[in-house]
């Protein structure tokens, strides 16, 4: 893929500005060892999740699927759903997100604001994570109408492919030298579609994905969580594209580090999401174990501007038992320590 991070002078659609994101040392161990986040929140809307909502709309024009004038739905918890939002305007779709009252409130009215229906799986005001009853309603909503998709990003192979790019960009920007890879487990689409397609360029290397304390994927206990658009809670399938062959290690963090963590990397000068804290927490841990010289990438999927009124909120985070000023403290310290071996 050449050229493949450089941006075109000038695009004539938003979603050509897709991709070519940065990255950011953001720690390296006294062994030289480095971590280097993807920040995909220099797509459009701020998140990785746009990649994979075009690839699933491409596809289903391609199928002959979705003509012109189709509907487009989606069960989302925010990003997938913004990112569809974007898509389905710019080439004159209606695009109906099914959503809970656990996403946030910012991210429910951007896609509003892009002319996207949204509809509650439940009007109770709860905050409760309800992805099996979303995924259930969503395809109820589709089913038996003309010139309407659901999208079924969990299970759709479309998502995966849809980050195929990320794995070419990576492997440009480091000359093909990464030996390990870390990100979120949630559809999968992100990790695995990267994990899949890197290992058509690179050798070895090995995988890590992170999911919430509470997640399944990696096996349990259940019990909920907070941090959004990432993991399996209980009651839901694990997702077609969560690949166990192509996922080496699988941690788990929980609420109050991921947040401690972006939090702690805010002081930085960068705000990441809740989810890409987990990762974070994850990868700053496992950086100084690793051998000297590696370079291990971690998958930033959305940036911390949507968590302004959740993680960055001291009130909130509170409430819900989640601030710990003794946390983001250690986090900050091992920052420090890592951030003076640069």
Not at 196 to 207: D, I, N
Not at 231 to 253: C, H, N, S, W, Y
Not at 277 to 301: D, F, I, K, W
């Amino acid at each position: 893929m050449p050229g493949a991070l450089s941006r075109p002078a000038v695009v004539s659609r938003i979603s050509d500005l897709i991709g070519r994101t940065p990255l950011l040392e953001l720690a390296r161990s006294e062994t030289g060892s480095r971590l280097l986040l993807k920040l995909e929140m220099f797509n459009p809307t701020g998140t990785a999740k746009i990649r994979m909502a075009r690839q699933m709309v491409l596809d289903a024009e391609e199928r002959g699927a979705l003509r012109p004038g189709g509907r487009i739905v989606e069960s989302t918890s925010g990003n997938t759903g913004l990112g569809l939002a974007v898509i389905a305007a710019e080439r004159g779709y209606t695009f109906t997100a099914v959503v809970d009252h656990h996403a946030c409130a910012d991210k429910l009215r951007a896609m509003k604001a892009l002319g996207t229906e949204l509809v509650h799986v439940a009007d109770d005001g709860t905050g409760e994570l309800a992805t099996a009853a979303r995924e259930e309603l969503a395809e109820d909503l589709a089913r038996g109408r003309d010139n309407t998709v659901f999208t079924e990003q969990h299970n759709n192979p479309s998502n995966g492919v849809g980050y195929f790019p990320v794995a070419h960009e990576l492997y440009e920007a480091l000359n093909g030298r990464l030996d390990v890879l870390i990100g979120a487990v949630g559809t999968g689409g992100a990790l695995c579609g990267t994990a899949r397609e890197l290992r058509t360029l690179l050798p070895s290397f090995t995988t890590i994905g992170v999911e919430p304390k509470g997640s399944i994927a990696f096996g349990g206990p259940a019990h909920d969580y907070y941090q959004s658009g990432t993991g399996t809670p209980e009651g839901a399938e694990i997702g077609a594209l969560v690949d166990f062959r192509l996922i080496d290690e699988g941690a788990k963090v929980g609420d109050v580090e991921a947040f401690a963590t972006c939090r702690a990397v805010a002081r930085t000068g960068l705000l990441i999401g809740g989810s890409a804290g987990g990762v974070v927490h994850e990868a700053l841990v496992r950086l100084p174990q690793l051998p000297p010289g590696s370079t291990m990438v971690a998958l930033v999927n959305d940036g911390g501007e949507k968590y302004l009124d959740t993680v960055f909120n001291d009130t909130w985070m509170h409430d819900r038992g989640l601030l710990d000023p003794a946390a983001e403290r250690e986090i900050e310290e091992l920052l420090s320590k890592l951030r003076g071996s640069r």
